[in-house]
């Protein structure tokens, strides 16, 4: 059998499609079946795609070894542990069967399980902005030693850390997280006020004229952004990409400005009134309310997603080494 030649036992993988299977391998004694299991978290994974890479290596190296195989096939199968039928959760699993020049027979079955669904919703964005913020001063922390370990080539090698470069690096990034949680919190401070309809409502007047400016910065800041990650970032010049590095590094200096004019605004730093246009960018915010209305409730749409993104991907990591950490410390013998 060929590496690439996998059978998939669902046609159609649709919800509500009638489901066709593949013919089982030949039964083997039970003594002789193996189950791999393989555990995988984060990421968005094509469905089977990490079943069909484990079962394309263990087919090459059984190959290698002069062994026969089955084709492999892809099915859907309900264990029977529980005896409950059609109310026992069906599991996808790769089958095939290897014959050893020996006479040996193996039947394989190869299973996948995600870690991610049992820690989603676990951690809250007020969590994960605190996960963060411990593992930059942590990261701080550990450049004091100057170098690192790592076991490479049968033995333990110290590596040179570049000390400033990191601590600048994660200064950087602290400072970068701590202007987007201000910065999405003036945007929900805004949006609690009118939705509630206080008798002064946030931001009004010279306020609001100076605070929309500064999310014109923030948002010219997240196209530069955008631009080094998706524009220069996929050339295929060395060049080119540096120059995205040096968008992508102005565009989060952009944004930590952004913060620190709208910290001066709200406390009524002179100097940061001066950093706003005249007479000319407020005869704007005044004779456009609607667009100033559509400016401010981009800016509060995208708080919104930036808090699922952290809760959904930072927060999975955040919950699992908060899981990992307490099941190592009960396994201590806890209190």
């Known amino acids: 059998m060929s590496a690439l030649d996998l059978t998939l036992g669902i046609t159609e993988v649709a919800r509500g499609a009638p489901k066709a299977y593949a013919p089982k391998p030949p039964a083997s004694s039970p003594a002789n079946r193996v189950a791999v299991l393989v555990a995988h978290g984060m990421g968005q994974q094509v469905p089977y795609e990490t079943i069909d890479g484990v079962v394309q ?11 026969d195989i089955t084709s492999a096939v892809i099915r859907t199968v309900r264990m029977g542990a529980q005896n409950l039928d059609e109310l026992e959760p069906e599991l996808v699993r790769a089958e095939f069967e290897i014959a050893e020049e020996n006479g ?20 809250t964005a007020a969590e994960v902005v605190k996960f963060l913020f411990d593992a930059g001063w942590n990261g701080i922390k550990n450049t004091e030693g100057k170098t690192y370990q790592r076991w490479m080539f049968g033995r333990e090698r110290n590596f040179e ?46 306020l609001l004229v100076q605070l929309t400016w500064d999310f014109v910065i923030v948002d010219i800041a997240a196209a530069l952004i955008a631009a080094g990650v998706f524009g220069f970032g996929n ?38 009134a001066h950093m706003v246009p005249r007479d000319g960018w407020e005869r704007i915010v ?50």
Request: charged share 10%; aromatic share 10%; proline share 3%.
């Open 104 to 123: 040996n027979r193996h039947e394989v079955h190869v299973y996948e399980a995600y870690w991610a669904p049992l820690t989603e919703g676990k951690i």
């Open 57 to 67: 290596a263990l087919v090459r190296d059984v190959e290698a070894s002069r062994a």
């Open 286 to 335: 005044t004779c456009f309310p609607l667009a100033v209305l559509a400016l401010w409730a981009v800016e509060f749409w995208a708080t919104l997603k930036a808090r699922a993104l952290l809760v959904q991907y930072v927060g999975d990591v955040a919950a699992y080494i908060a899981a990992h950490t307490v099941s190592k410390f009960w396994a201590a013998g806890g209190l």
């Open 161 to 206: 850390l570049r000390t400033e470069r990191l601590v600048a690096a994660f200064v950087g990034i602290m400072a970068l997280l701590a202007s987007l949680v201000f910065i999405n919190a003036v945007a929900a401070a805004a949006a609690a006020s009118h939705a509630i309809g206080t008798a002064r409502p946030f931001p009004t007047g010279t």
């Open 235 to 272: 050339a295929s010049s060395p060049a080119v990409r540096r120059l995205g590095w040096v968008v992508i590094f102005l565009g989060a200096f952009m944004i930590v400005l952004g913060a620190i004019f709208m910290a001066g605004h709200l406390a009524g730093v002179a100097l940061s």
